[in-house]
């Protein structure tokens, strides 16, 4: 009788095939191939993000050494369990960590993780909404706590989201207009500006929006709160025109990890820059959040605009498209396919 070491599965390898150049394809593998962590997980959907995207194209600050398997985000079901809390079968989910980044990720029939990275599926969710979701979701979810936390109610004015066609920012729309906002969601995509309206956007702006706003120390205070999905100088010009006592959530840096700052919107306007992280998240705040997502916060309805569902074997083609910036909304990576 084979063992489940000897257990087949198919998972994407990113390989450097030439100096600076990476593959990307779906390859077979065994068990024994993954790390010796506690859980054995059987994955059934997992997501793309912008951070599997970079992995699958060589970025080092992500992930240090190839072959590798992306994908930072799962749900899976126990195959086994050496520390005896889970039963063969339960429900599992696990996004961040180390998963996807130096761990063999997601994008695999098959996942080894560490205990302490997991929660089960909460109620009130299905496997697939919570991929539909994923890292992005939660991600959101947070922006949305730290602008509440802050003291944030839909009375105060409009709310900004940057980057609003993508995961994050899209989620962050149907969060927040779910719970009373007027949003202003801004994008490079003005096509998708339907998208966004159905997602419940007030307004959709064209990003150049903020353009003129990059030589001035402060701008007209025109948004009372808002979350910026792309970091950079959108990020600074943001901070500019908010009104007094505002503040904006940051959680991205696809624009840059940098940007040119004074302390005039933080002392004449009192202003609060709010940093969100989702990844080394402690689990039992991941739980709560991820409990809001499928309770007061849920947007299933909405979840069936933002995601699409592709295979694994079409994972190369959609990491390709979020890494030039053409992704729209989630893709949901469904194993069965």
Not at 130 to 149: H, K, N, P, Q, Y
Not at 177 to 182: M, P, S, V, W, Y
Request: net charge negative.
């Amino acid at each position: 009788m084979k063992s489940i070491l000897d257990k087949e599965f198919r998972a994407i390898r990113v390989e450097e095939v030439a100096t600076g150049k990476f593959d990307q394809r779906v390859v077979t593998r065994h068990v024994r191939d993954l790390p010796a962590n506690s859980l054995l997980l059987s994955v059934s959907y997992s997501s793309l993000n912008y951070k599997d995207s970079m992995s699958a194209f060589g970025n080092r600050s992500i992930t240090r050494e190839y072959p590798h398997t992306p994908g930072i985000d799962a749900v899976a079901s126990v195959l086994e369990d050496k520390t005896g809390a889970f039963s063969p079968g339960v429900e599992l989910l696990v996004t961040g960590y180390d998963l996807g980044m130096n761990t063999p990720g997601g994008l695999a029939e098959v996942v080894s993780v560490p205990r302490g990275w997991v929660l089960p599926l909460p109620k009130g969710l299905s496997a697939w909404e919570s991929m539909a979701l994923g890292t992005a979701g939660l991600t959101a979810a947070l922006c949305v706590d730290r602008l509440l936390e802050a003291g944030a109610v839909p009375q105060d004015g409009e709310v900004l989201v940057t980057g609003a066609t993508g995961g994050v920012g899209s989620i962050a729309v149907a969060l927040l207009a779910n719970l009373g906002f007027r949003v202003a969601a801004v994008t490079g995509k003005l096509e998708a500006a339907d998208f966004l309206t159905e997602l419940g956007a007030w307004k959709v702006l064209d990003r150049d929006t903020l353009a003129p706003f990059a030589n001035k120390a402060m701008a007209k205070p025109l948004w009372a709160w808002a979350v910026d999905t792309v970091g950079g100088e959108t990020l600074f010009n943001v901070v500019k025109s908010l009104a007094y006592g505002g503040g904006v959530a940051a959680c991205g840096m696809a624009s840059g990890a940098q940007f040119h700052a004074n302390v005039f919107p933080f002392i004449l306007r009192g202003i609060s820059l709010l940093g969100v992280d989702s990844v080394e998240l402690p689990i039992a705040n991941k739980s709560a959040v991820w409990q809001k997502l499928a309770d007061q916060w849920y947007i299933g309805d909405k979840l069936k605009l933002i995601a699409e569902d592709i295979s694994l074997e079409q994972a190369s083609e959609f990491l390709a498209r979020l890494h030039r910036g053409h992704g729209i909304g989630r893709y949901v990576v469904n194993m069965a396919l």
